[in-house]
């Protein structure tokens, strides 16, 4: 297993690690493949940005370039950056001059079934809501007991992703995706202000759809868009981009529909350079 | 220093902890003196009350066991103690038959100004606001970013506390305390049932109070709850009760009150037993 810690091997992290004492941080999980991370530069901007928000003050060329050499070292796999505001005492104060600690974990690439991508798959309706938190809304932050609530919901292998909602009933995204539907040729988006996870398979698409002649709306999406969806998918930045086939919850069914190929191709493209 | 994992001297945790990938679970700040864990069974039960809605398997009697054999080899100071859902691969689900991870860390008591006590503290009115997250509100869980961003608004050593507020605007707790106002007699405090941490001496106040004779009110506060308080305080299981005698951002003083006083000897009493 390639595991490093401030660009060193090593298995373990100091107790004191904000990380671990507040989810005081952030994290990526980059595909690498044939020795080279996918989607470096949104990785890298998506954590330069939550660094920002977060007030950590992370070295991010060293960061880029650690990346890079675990990457070229892992081969094929799945890298886990996770960077936190570093070690401390006891007590929430950021204490000043705290090195932030770089954490990369190596592991293979998630056997999927290809069933997923080709046919798509069934979404589970979570009942776990999303609370509305503008300040953090849209980073990859350390702090996901929503997620691991909402996931913990089902255990069956029918349903590949959970659909899930904000407390207002908004649709945000799945557990550990994002969701995208398409009505009369426009992609919808869920708007990420107040909640949610921005991920980077979202924002490549969201930047090429121009380009490929696509009207996209980031919006507020209520259950009713999805309803009315004639095509639903989900990404990220590991598989890409799944069609979902089905919300079983809703008594909801949507064949892979054109847009949803076509941007599955692209999607495809932008993990393999 | 003291540190433990699951009851052995151990500085480091490993890298697969859930704790670090995603703060999911719990800690318990518990004071130690005369080689004793004050308020020992009001930490236990809010461990496993956090335990069973996180749906975190831990053994209870063995962690109240290490607990106590801790707190007798690190005879006066801070015990922090840390159960996380375990070590998994990555990924939100959590895996069936991890075992849950116990973390003890020792820290000298902190050396707050006897003044803080005595005549009481300034509270800083935060900007940041809480979500409401009723799944998890009043847990001490390890998802504590807005304690972090709350905490880094202020740095001088003026306020010893900072006030925060719910994202409705209602008051909520202290950063790393609860509130508690009096008016009229009465003893109020937020209800905590959208967000925020229920405190252990908050619980063990709110116990005591029939017996005071005093009338506990638990319920929503508004700013306009802090302009109209006669008295103002707020407790921890480390420091017990502090009077708060201003809040300059609205402009606000109270002088230390006769309930405040009488509660912040009960909590005395209730630290040192």
């Given at each position: ?31 690498v ?13 998506r ?97 996901r ?13 029918e ?98 529909g054109?847009?949803t ?13």
């Amino acid at each position: 297993m390639h595991r490093w810690i401030d660009g060193q091997p090593a298995t373990a992290v100091n107790l004191q690690n904000r990380g671990l004492a507040y989810g005081d941080g952030l994290f990526e999980t980059v595909a690498v493949r044939a020795g080279r991370p996918s989607l470096l530069e949104h990785h890298l901007q998506r954590l330069a940005s939550g660094c920002q928000r977060l007030a950590i003050d992370a070295d991010l060329p060293l960061i880029r370039d650690e990346l890079l050499r675990f990457a070229s070292q892992l081969g094929e796999g799945v890298a886990k950056l996770i960077v936190t505001r570093g070690d401390s005492q006891r007590g929430y104060a950021p204490v000043a001059g705290a090195a932030p600690r770089r954490i990369l974990q190596g592991s293979p690439l998630p056997a999927y079934p290809a069933a997923n991508g080709e046919n798509g798959i069934s979404l589970f309706a979570c009942q776990t809501r999303l609370a509305e938190q503008p300040l953090l809304a849209g980073l990859k932050h350390l702090n996901r007991l929503e997620q691991v609530l909402a996931r913990a919901e089902w255990q069956d292998a029918e349903h590949a992703e959970g659909l899930v909602r904000d407390t207002q009933g908004r649709l945000i995204e799945g557990v550990y995706s994002n969701l995208f539907l398409v009505r009369e040729g426009v992609l919808l988006t869920a708007d990420l202000s107040r909640c949610g996870v921005a991920g980077v398979m979202r924002a490549a698409l969201l930047e090429q759809a121009p380009a490929l002649g696509i009207t996209v709306q980031v919006r507020d999406l209520a259950l009713t868009d999805l309803e009315q969806a004639d095509e639903v998918f989900v990404c990220n930045s590991v598989y890409g981009i799944w069609p979902v086939r089905a919300c079983p919850a809703h008594t909801l069914n949507w064949p892979p529909g054109p847009l949803t190929r076509k941007l599955q191709a692209v999607a495809r493209t932008l993990l393999d350079n």
